[in-house]
């Protein structure tokens, strides 16, 4: 404020917040950052930015940044050197190999994590200690996108690309408040709107600022998507809208296993069992699941059914999906990702601009760091532990025996720390992540981070209720005070360089990694300087994505353009996938190529309704839906520092329809107690302000960590992608 623009060194980089990915322009001056604009040569956001974007360089000037480590000596945390602090890290990891095995060793990160990041982590945990007891919040957010994909096309992440956003006629949102969360993406849709007609359906649990500006809002009954999705896809086959030809020639039709259960066991173990049949069989499953035998239990009226199963069924018009949590954070999110994938299927509108199935990412590298790099226990950089050749692959690039990288995974996230509760993980690393906030059913969680028999550090910029319960607390860099790459929702890989140094003994994580790891002998596996770490990162790392199908773009590319695209091809980015006339790996001559499976077609899954694990009954009468709002990021430790977004929405608040709040005589502002069968939580209530639930049902954001709503939440996750269900979960309230 008040620096005239020509006067300040702007530095581009993407946004530290959502998936989105937008560009920006950090204004530096004196060797402070002091303004931040959209980048206008960004093709992601061409100049906009939302209302975190604009603010966010705030939060590091916040008071109480992390600028050293600390390390607890009697129940009090002193200030302690960084490498002092990194060599006790490395004695306690060493010593709780020695003495309990290496899978008692375990680590956390995140899809805010750079890829170098990522990658380190991921040969750290996998190819020197050779544990698979890595995993990340990605798992939190995006493991049934990844599941879905998996399952459907061999490949995960989206085919598309953000110029779909200029082609198609209807934007269907599926439990997806994106003028919230994807707030740059959905000023791009309003534009398109205003600029050619083009249409926004809001189909979702309640009504949100998305619905406000919608077309037209549907709502449905929580959990019951999976019924109106094959309504829909019944709608198509019954009304001759099947794309036969593309059917015939590009897809599979299979069912697997039901009633998988909803991994609420203490060790959980699954295994779906694929079956293939033929289109009659699933025509025939999808009897049950006419519009008029699903609308009572959906609440979705015939009309409505009908009405979106004819947008997606109109050979004329272009259509993109669009969802995110309220899909993925699902007992059976894997399953919901399918049944998306089948209406586009079986109308072949996909792979092709404008026609797109479009998942969206939260964390601004989930799939650059999460999904690509490998922070996922089953997950190598661009591979999966269980396949001897992507182990062998990952041997020879790492130079390690082959035998030391194991083939099965270990804990996906909520179970890592039920294992950290049960005593059976000794050390946990976790980095710019919060679990004490975040895990669902995070009561459940607290007291085994808090045992002295478990060794805790915590790397991050600020203190969060995680780093309360840490024995070493380590000083993290933020995004512009160290180089990396972040990889977006469009498959677009984006880098930057530092841009200013950062306070104290603050250090990129990447860089904490190889300190410990040489510390602890593994010095060979991590040859890189400190000044040119990233690169040197990249530049290894890219060699597993060698080939066509996954070519990642030379860095000299990424620092001179806004980012690529994968697959980078010939010096081009490949913005639709599996289509032959946009995508150089589809290479049977066909029209459409999914070569992610082995035949190359895509799969159509019959996928059932199931009831969630916890239904509203008499003693817990309502739904509580979590999630976010605009001005915070997550669990609130970053943009809760930035003073403009901390008084917009300075704490959490229950939403009510007004009619449950009248019967229950509960006002606006009122203290209100949700509880559920796992712990409570005292809120302001909110009525006929933002956002609108429907009758039964109330809304939390989780951003407030003094209004932990996840100590209620439940620990239910699709026994598929692992993902928990935030969604839904029985509550009472009562006012206090
Ligand atoms: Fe950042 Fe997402 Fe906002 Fe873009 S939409 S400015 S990436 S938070």
């Not at 922070?375 to 182990?391: A, D, I, Q, S, Y």
């Not at 890592?416 to 049960?422: C, G, I, L, N, P």
């Not at 929702?489 to 360089?497: A, C, G, K, N």
């Not at 913005?575 to 459409?592: L, M, T, V």
Request: some cysteine; overall charge positive.
């Amino acid at each position: 404020a008040g620096v005239p623009e020509g006067s300040l060194d702007w530095k581009k980089g993407p946004c530290r917040f959502c998936g989105v990915g937008c560009g920006i322009l950090v204004g530096v001056e004196n060797g402070k950052a002091v303004a931040v604009k959209g980048d206008p040569n960004s093709s992601v956001n061409k100049g906009l930015l939302c209302v975190k974007g604009y603010h966010q360089i705030m939060c590091i000037q916040a008071k109480d940044r992390l600028e050293h480590a600390l390390v607890k000596k009697n129940g009090t945390y002193v200030k302690t050197p960084i490498n002092e602090a990194l060599d006790i890290v490395a004695n306690k990891m060493k010593e709780t190999i020695e003495k309990h095995g290496k899978d008692s060793v375990a680590m956390y990160t995140s899809g805010q994590s750079t890829i170098p990041e990522g990658y380190v982590a991921s040969k750290f945990m996998k190819g020197a200690i050779g544990t698979n007891n890595l995993d990340c919040n990605a798992r939190l957010c995006m493991a049934s996108a990844v599941a879905g994909f998996l399952t459907t096309f061999g490949a995960d992440e989206p085919m598309g690309c953000y110029e779909d956003f200029d082609y198609a006629d209807y934007y269907i949102t599926w439990g997806n408040n994106m003028a919230e969360m994807h707030p740059v993406l959905f000023s791009r849709m309003l534009e398109e709107k205003n600029r050619r007609g083009a249409k926004i359906i809001d189909f979702a649990t309640r009504t949100t600022r998305s619905s406000m500006a919608a077309d037209r809002s549907i709502l449905f009954e929580p959990q019951t998507d999976l019924a109106v999705g094959n309504a829909i896809c019944y709608e198509i086959i019954n009304n001759g809208w099947v794309n036969k030809s593309f059917v015939e020639k590009y897809c599979n039709f299979s069912k697997g296993l039901t009633k998988m259960g909803y991994g609420l066991e203490d060790k959980y173990k699954f295994k779906d069992k694929p079956t293939k049949i033929n289109f009659e069989d699933y025509k025939a499953f999808l009897e049950d699941y006419s519009p008029e035998k699903v609308s009572k239990l959906t609440k979705v009226s015939v009309k409505d059914i009908k009405y979106l199963a004819a947008i997606y069924g109109d050979p004329n018009k272009k259509v993109m999906s669009l969802w995110c949590m309220g899909v993925n954070q699902h007992t059976r999110g894997t399953w919901m990702n399918n049944i998306i994938y089948n209406i586009h299927l079986l109308t072949g509108k996909i792979s092709e601009p404008g026609n797109s199935p479009f998942s969206l990412t939260g964390q601004p590298s989930a799939c650059g760091t999460a999904r690509e790099v490998g922070t996922f226990t089953h997950k190598l950089p661009k591979g999966v532990v269980m396949n001897p050749k992507h182990r062998a692959k990952a041997a020879k690039i790492w130079k390690v025996p082959v035998e030391k990288i194991p083939s099965k995974p270990t804990y996906h996230a909520t179970e890592m720390f039920r294992a950290v509760d049960r005593g059976d993980i000794k050390f946990i690393w976790t980095q710019a992540v919060n679990p004490l906030v975040s895990l669902p059913r995070t009561s459940r969680f607290r007291p085994g981070m808090e045992k002295e028999s478990c060794f805790v550090v915590v790397s991050d910029v600020f203190p969060t209720p995680t780093s309360d319960v840490a024995d070493v607390i380590l000083p993290a860099s933020w995004h512009i005070e160290k180089s990396g790459l972040y990889g977006n929702s469009e498959r677009r890989t984006q880098h930057w360089d530092q841009m200013v140094e950062g306070p104290g003994e603050t250090t990129p994580d990447a860089w904490m990694f190889i300190e410990v790891a040489k510390r602890m002998g593994y010095g060979d596996l991590f040859p890189y300087s400190k000044e040119n770490h990233v690169e040197e990162i990249y530049n290894e790392y890219r060699q597993f994505h060698a080939g066509k199908k996954h070519e990642m773009a030379p860095l000299e590319v990424l620092k001179k353009e806004s980012g690529a695209i994968w697959p980078y091809v010939d010096g081009k980015s490949t913005q639709w996938r599996f289509n032959a006339k946009y995508d150089p790996a589809c290479s049977n001559g066909e029209e459409f190529h999914f070569y992610g499976k082995p035949d190359g077609k895509a799969v159509i899954w019959q996928r059932p309704y199931e009831p969630a694990p916890e239904m509203p009954d008499n003693e817990y009468p309502f739904w509580l839906n979590t999630g976010r709002v605009i001005e915070h990021w997550h669990t609130g430790s970053m943009t809760r520092r930035i003073p403009v977004l901390h008084k917009a929405m300075p704490h959490a608040y229950v939403e009510f329809h007004p009619d449950d709040a009248a019967a229950l005589g509960i006002r606006n502002g009122a203290k209100v107690k949700v509880s559920s069968r796992r712990g409570s939580c005292i809120l302001p209530a909110s009525i006929n302000e933002r956002g609108l639930p429907t009758k039964g049902q109330i809304f939390v954001p989780f951003f407030d960590e003094n209004m932990l709503i996840n100590d209620v939440t439940l620990d239910a996750f699709c026994p598929i992608s692992k993902e928990p269900d935030y969604k839904k979960c029985a509550v009472k309230v009562e006012k206090v």
